[in-house]
């Protein structure tokens, strides 16, 4: 299984599940142009392209730290099941090993399993020795009534809301240290408080991106915001940074919702930057 070592630290990508996009509805004002510039390269005979959901397992300082919790269990429109209990299994691993989880940000598909349906319906805990860890100003955007209450994001009151009823949840400020070697960057655009986890140790370097970036093409235009970026001039601006800190030191290790396992490096050639994966 793949996974990378960034000093003492180990970052294991766990898949939740792959998922191919249609341009046209993930990325409309740019659609033409991404399947003019790259036809054949990154899209397959039907126009589509992959991209995946996975979890990162971060072993640091003595702890299982798990940065983001993919779409979870339940079934949801437009969303193949997660297989994250599957992957943890496969890795020797059970929910119960978890001693930390990382929400970069409160969408559906970054929260899924924090609960599961127990038999009676109601939330658990999937990680039930878990604490949370999540920006406050995520929190009170994502858990205000007009959001909660609207219909539209039910894995607000199923995944979000019972980690505060169980006392699960602490609240994290802008670039707040995790532990000795992770920290949150603040990297605000797809979401109000959308956060990167940056990992040092060692003089190595990582940076989990969330869902600062979806697609390698945006190494050439990070002005290329998907329709699901809140701010899409915010959300630029940050991935021109995040990749602009990447590319100045090429040991950097990038990992996020690329195709599994997400992960690799930002090279320069022939004046472009280029990934390459783990
Ligand atoms: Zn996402």
Known sequence: ???????SVEILPLLD???LMNPHTFIPKHADEFMAQYPGEVVDPRGLFPISITCYLVRSAGRNILVDSGIGRRRRPGFPPGKLDDALRENGLSPDDIDLVVNTHL????TGWNTVEGPDGSAELYFRNAGWLIQRVEWDYWMQPRFTGSGEYPHLEQCV???ETAGRVDFAYSEQAIDE???FVGSPGHTPGHVCIG????????????DASHHPVQLDHPDWSPSADADPMLAARTRRLLFDEAEADSRTWLAGHWAFPGAGRIVPVGGRRVFRGL
Do not use: C, F, W, Y
């Open 1 to 7: 299984m793949a996974r990378i070592r960034v000093g």
């Open 17 to 19: 599940t792959p998922m």
């Open 107 to 110: 969408h559906l598909d970054h």
């Open 161 to 163: 809301g019972p980690l």
């Open 181 to 183: 070697n992770l920290v």
């Open 199 to 210: 990992i040092q140790s060692s003089g190595e370097k990582a940076i989990i991106i969330g």
